[in-house]
């Protein structure tokens, strides 16, 4: 059974740090981009960062640019978000998402994480 598992999230106050997890199983999916997204309470789902395959290339969403790092280690499956300096805004349910492009279009992630609450008090 494929799976992403993602782990880290909590409640924070604002200016405080975090470190996201996602580790895959049932298949490896170092050939693939990896991605996170958040929804907001009473929002779309929003793109934050992506990460291609090699680990060379990353793009983020503006409003977490300078803020927040996505990584990735292959030989344990995993990738990470690193966020910093977080605000109230950054509240969310955070998904990582596999593609088999380098895209930050939610459509083109066939495989999604059941995601893992952040929130961050003023």
């Known amino acids: 059974q494929v799976q992403l598992v993602e782990s880290g999230g909590g409640l924070v106050q604002a200016g405080d740090s975090l470190r996201l997890s996602c580790e895959a199983s049932?298949?490896?999916?170092?050939?693939?981009?990896r991605g996170w997204f958040r929804r907001a309470p009473g929002k779309e789902r929003e793109f934050v960062a992506a990460?291609?395959?090699?680990?060379?290339?990353?793009i983020y969403a503006d409003s977490v640019t300078r803020r927040f790092t996505i990584s990735r280690d292959n030989a344990k499956n995993t990738v990470y978000l690193q966020m910093n300096s977080l605000k109230p805004e950054d509240t969310a349910v955070y998904f990582c998402?596999?593609?088999?492009?380098?895209?930050?279009?939610?459509?083109?992630?066939?495989?999604w994480g059941q995601g893992t609450q952040v929130t961050v008090s003023s």
């Open positions: 049932g298949r490896t999916f170092s050939s693939y981009t």
């Open positions: 998402a596999a593609a088999s492009l380098y895209s930050t279009d939610y459509r083109d992630y066939s495989t």
């Open positions: 990460i291609s395959s090699s680990g060379g290339h990353t």
